[in-house]
């Protein structure tokens, strides 16, 4: 079967000296290594201040930290996510309000948005679904217009591109995620790219108890309220090795991503995303709409493809119940969309497979 998720790790003779190394240096805690990663991670990006922590929702919290968000405030937020964009809203005490799609795309649509921003509108969290970046352009006009923090989360999207500048560096607080399955994964970890000096320095206490390191404990004073975020310099380690052949890893990703968008151009039954202009995704997955969904995965299961929707919308959760509200393009999208193959392991014999059987009918 060929998978839609896969995890990858560098190769052992690679890796394992270099854990080996720093498992046995002494000092596995939150080190050097861990400044070398967000060093390494900074210049990927291309984004100054990129900060490191134990997961992609460890950083959207401190995203929502800093955005101001408290209990009683509203986050404008989309369904159409893994549940961790919602769950950690509501972590704050904050209520969620629902954003529809794009139907195009799939992602939050800022027309929507912009109709449910209210005096208690505190932030926007907007992903980047399956890999796709979400409409830039209009997102910082919501900022610029009406003063209200974007997030993005990006955890789908490493690599992508708007204007030919990666994501990361285009709203205050850009969110990534190395988890098990995502296009980088240190095992767990993520990433929280910030615009501001100062409120990266802020991010840096809440990562760590509210305590400066470099500074003894009795010379600190903790003054607000921090958790236990930080990484650590064993999974730096796999960020580090992993950083050194992203970008083949994510060309990976972006050929057979763009594959498709050549190949299954007008076959019956399919319906292909769009893209907003001038930017670049980084097809975490391939997201399509089709006709007879549940005959389709099947037709590709048959054939040793895996498809599958992957996620559920996020406003059918019994904990998100009393935020609920009409989203008539979630309904559409949710009927017809799918995800199939398109990363690393997806070799040019597969995807050759993939299009036949789709172009075959099921
Ligand atoms: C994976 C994911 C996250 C959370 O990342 P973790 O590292 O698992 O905490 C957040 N948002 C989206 C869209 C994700 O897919």
Redesign the pocket.
């Known amino acids: 079967m060929i998978p839609l998720i896969k995890t990858l790790l560098p190769a052992k003779e690679i890796l394992l000296p270099r854990l080996e190394e720093v498992l046995y240096s002494g000092y596995i805690a939150q080190g050097d290594v861990v400044d070398e990663f967000e060093s390494a991670f900074s210049k990927y990006i291309g984004a100054k201040n990129c900060l490191s922590v134990n ?3 460890s950083a ?1 919290h401190i995203a929502l930290i800093l955005a101001g968000v408290k209990p009683g405030d509203e986050v404008v937020s989309t369904a159409i ?2 549940e ?2 919602n769950t950690v809203i509501t972590q704050t005490g904050a209520k969620i309000v629902w954003g529809d799609i794009d139907l195009d795309t799939g992602n939050l649509c800022p027309n929507s948005v912009e109709s449910k921003i209210t005096d208690k509108t505190k932030a926007i969290i907007a ?1 980047d679904y399956a890999g796709t970046p979400i409409n830039i352009k209009r997102f910082q006009e919501i900022e610029k217009k009406y003063n209200i923090v974007v997030i993005q ?1 990006s ?2 999207a490493l690599g992508a591109s708007f204007q030919n500048e990666k994501l990361g560096n285009h709203f205050k607080y850009t969110t990534f ?3 098990a399955i ?1 296009h980088m994964t240190t095992v ?1 970890g ?1 990433m929280i790219c910030i615009k501001d000096d100062n409120e990266f320095e802020k991010a840096k206490l809440i990562r760590w108890f509210g305590i400066k390191k470099g500074f003894s404990r009795l010379e600190n004073n903790i003054h607000i309220q921090g958790y236990k975020y930080h990484m650590n310099n064993v999974n730096a380690t796999i960020g580090l090795v992993q950083l050194e052949n992203i970008s083949e890893t994510i060309d990976k990703y972006i050929e057979n991503g763009k594959f498709y968008d050549k190949e299954l151009q007008n076959i019956e039954g399919v319906e292909l995303l769009k893209y907003y202009p001038e930017s670049q995704p980084s097809y975490w997955l391939y997201t399509l709409k089709v006709q007879r969904r549940g005959d389709f995965i099947k037709s590709m299961a048959d054939n040793g493809i895996m498809a599958s929707e992957l996620h559920k919308r996020n406003d059918l959760h019994s904990i998100f119940s009393d935020f609920k509200t009409k989203l008539p393009n979630v309904d559409k999208f949710e009927k017809t969309w799918v995800h199939i193959p398109s990363g690393w392991w997806v070799t040019e014999k597969d995807r050759e497979k993939i299009v036949d059987c789709i172009k075959k009918g099921w």
């Open positions: 997961s992609g929702t959207l996510t893994a961790p964009t992903v989360d955890a789908h995620s190395f988890q995502k767990d993520g």
